[in-house]
């Protein structure tokens, strides 16, 4: 009980590295844009990740601006005695500082509907080649950040003036109980996600290497797993590896080694240098060795698909050799439609097919009576037969015997 409870100390209070870290969520901080923009490889990814929240924040900016608008211009008593104190200048009053703060929440809400408006269309229009370079400047970070920064100065400014509504409208003790515990709660979600996102850089989550192994995942539980994660944090801590190292090498076995001792800490330019180029020689020969594997994969196919096609040319050609037998021709079809379906590049099998098809039904037509077959062989009575796999070849020796037949019967 002692662990778990201090390891929650140590995640809300010890995590955080600022007083700002409790009012303000770290997601509106520089270094948590740096390392969003950073981690992420792939351009169109990148794109979503920073202008996923516009749209969101569009809609709920204007559910906040209609609300703040409704209390300006309430047909009540307090807004009433709102517009009054305003009109009459009276400083002295409450209901004149809660008309102020209300008309800068209308100011901050309606320049923060234009921020975040105007940046979902600008940032919209980035190609995903170009989206890294833009996203990562510090001209990117600075736009990127702005709607955001104004939608939690209009969330705030909205939250002040529902304190001075309690004010003037509650008893004084009532009002200030309740805005103690309100900021209380504020305070608490704020630093719970500040810490979660000092968790998620510092433990190098953001990337797309695992953390643990997946083995060793699934064996431990919740608290384990917590305490994993807060390891990480102190050893970050202790490596200081600077933002864009932290993506470009092997973060988690850089952390690993600095566990180990294997390493002097903090890690310096020079052997961060040479461990990202260490681990862009790795994934560039992991990438050749796929490549290749790939190339033998296709040409195992495409020998597969050359055999296949001569099977089914077999097949065709006993559809056009012998009259009436639909059997032989619907093998060849069964067979190209599988090879087709399973090998890449192999549709021209069904082709075949059909052109042996078409061979058979004119021999039908034209040709029944011209055409010597061999007699079949001929099976003594109260023989049986033996257990054929193949029902086709049964029904072709059928056929053959018919046709046998007709030729002794002309």
Same mark, same amino acid.
């Given at each position: 009980?002692?662990?778990?409870?201090?390891?929650?100390?140590?995640?809300?209070? *010890?995590?955080?590295?600022?007083?700002?870290?409790?009012?303000?969520?770290?997601?509106?901080? +520089?270094?948590?844009?740096?390392?969003?923009?950073?981690?992420?490889?792939?351009?169109?990814?990148?794109?979503?990740?920073?202008?996923?929240?516009?749209?969101?924040?569009?809609?709920?900016?204007? %559910?906040?601006?209609? $609300?703040?608008?409704?209390?300006?211009?309430?047909?009540?008593?307090?807004?009433?005695?709102?517009?009054?104190?305003?009109?009459?200048?009276?400083?002295? $009053?409450?209901?004149?500082?809660?008309?102020?703060?209300?008309?800068? /929440?209308?100011?901050?809400?309606?320049?923060?509907?234009?921020?975040?408006?105007? /940046?979902?269309?600008?940032?919209?229009? %980035?190609?995903?080649?170009?989206?890294?370079?833009? %996203?990562?400047?510090? %001209?990117?970070?600075?736009?990127?950040?702005? @709607?955001?920064?104004?939608?939690?100065?209009?969330?705030?400014?909205?939250?002040?003036?529902?304190?001075?509504?309690?004010?003037?409208?509650?008893?004084?003790?009532?009002?200030?109980?309740?805005?103690?515990?309100?900021?209380?709660?504020?305070?608490?979600?704020?630093?719970?996600?500040?810490?979660?996102?000092?968790?998620?850089?510092?433990?190098? /989550?953001?990337?797309?290497? @695992?953390?643990?192994?997946?083995?060793?995942?699934?064996?431990?539980?919740?608290?384990?797993?917590?305490?994993?994660?807060?390891? !990480?944090?102190?050893?970050? !801590?202790?490596?200081?590896?600077?933002? =864009?190292?932290?993506?470009?090498?092997?973060?988690?076995?850089?952390?690993?080694?600095?566990?180990?001792? +294997?390493?002097?800490?903090?890690?310096?330019?020079?052997?961060?240098?040479?461990?990202?180029? +260490?681990?862009?020689?790795?994934?560039?020969?992991?990438?050749?060795?796929?490549?290749?594997?790939?190339?033998?994969?296709?040409?195992?196919?495409?020998?597969?698909?050359?055999?296949? $096609?001569?099977?089914?040319?077999?097949?065709?050609?006993?559809?056009? /050799?012998?009259?009436?037998? =639909?059997?032989?021709? +619907?093998?060849?079809?069964?067979?190209?439609?599988?090879?087709?379906?399973?090998?890449?590049?192999?549709? =021209?099998?069904?082709?075949?097919?059909?052109?042996?098809?078409?061979? *058979?039904?004119?021999?039908?037509?034209?040709?029944?009576?011209?055409?010597?077959?061999?007699?079949?062989?001929?099976?003594?009575?109260?023989?049986?037969?033996?257990?054929?796999?193949?029902?086709?070849?049964?029904?072709?020796?059928?056929?053959?015997?018919?046709?046998?037949?007709?030729?002794? *019967?002309?």
């Amino acid at each position: 009980m002692k662990g778990r409870i201090a390891l929650w100390m140590v995640f809300l209070f *010890g995590v955080t590295r600022s007083l700002t870290e409790y009012i303000i969520t770290i997601d509106l901080s +520089n270094t948590w844009r740096q390392h969003l923009v950073w981690s992420k490889k792939n351009g169109d990814e990148l794109k979503n990740v920073v202008t996923q929240r516009f749209a969101s924040s569009t809609v709920f900016l204007s %559910l906040l601006f209609s $609300s703040e608008l409704g209390i300006l211009y309430s047909p009540s008593d307090p807004g009433k005695d709102i517009r009054l104190a305003l009109q009459e200048r009276q400083y002295g $009053s409450p209901f004149y500082w809660t008309g102020v703060v209300i008309c800068f /929440a209308i100011f901050f809400s309606v320049t923060s509907l234009v921020a975040n408006f105007t /940046a979902m269309s600008v940032f919209s229009s %980035l190609s995903k080649e170009n989206a890294p370079i833009v %996203l990562r400047s510090t %001209l990117g970070l600075y736009t990127a950040q702005l @709607p955001s920064r104004l939608v939690t100065g209009a969330i705030y400014l909205f939250f002040v003036v529902v304190i001075f509504t309690w004010v003037i409208i509650m008893p004084q003790e009532v009002a200030i109980s309740m805005s103690i515990i309100a900021s209380l709660l504020l305070i608490h979600i704020v630093n719970t996600f500040s810490s979660m996102g000092r968790v998620i850089m510092d433990s190098g /989550a953001m990337s797309h290497l @695992p953390i643990l192994d997946p083995e060793e995942e699934e064996k431990l539980d919740p608290h384990e797993l917590s305490n994993v994660l807060i390891k !990480r944090v102190i050893l970050a !801590r202790k490596a200081q590896v600077s933002i =864009n190292h932290q993506y470009k090498v092997d973060y988690q076995e850089t952390l690993r080694d600095v566990q180990a001792g +294997n390493v002097t800490f903090p890690l310096t330019a020079s052997e961060l240098d040479h461990r990202a180029t +260490n681990f862009y020689l790795s994934r560039s020969t992991m990438g050749i060795a796929a490549r290749n594997f790939q190339y033998t994969v296709s040409e195992s196919l495409h020998s597969a698909g050359s055999v296949a $096609s001569n099977a089914a040319s077999v097949f065709s050609s006993a559809a056009g /050799a012998i009259p009436g037998s =639909n059997v032989a021709s +619907n093998i060849a079809t069964k067979t190209a439609n599988t090879v087709g379906a399973v090998i890449p590049g192999s549709t =021209n099998l069904t082709k075949i097919s059909e052109e042996g098809n078409e061979v *058979g039904d004119e021999g039908d037509v034209g040709e029944s009576q011209e055409t010597t077959l061999e007699p079949p062989m001929v099976q003594e009575e109260g023989m049986q037969t033996l257990d054929d796999e193949s029902q086709e070849i049964e029904e072709i020796e059928i056929i053959q015997a018919k046709s046998s037949e007709q030729d002794d *019967g002309f």
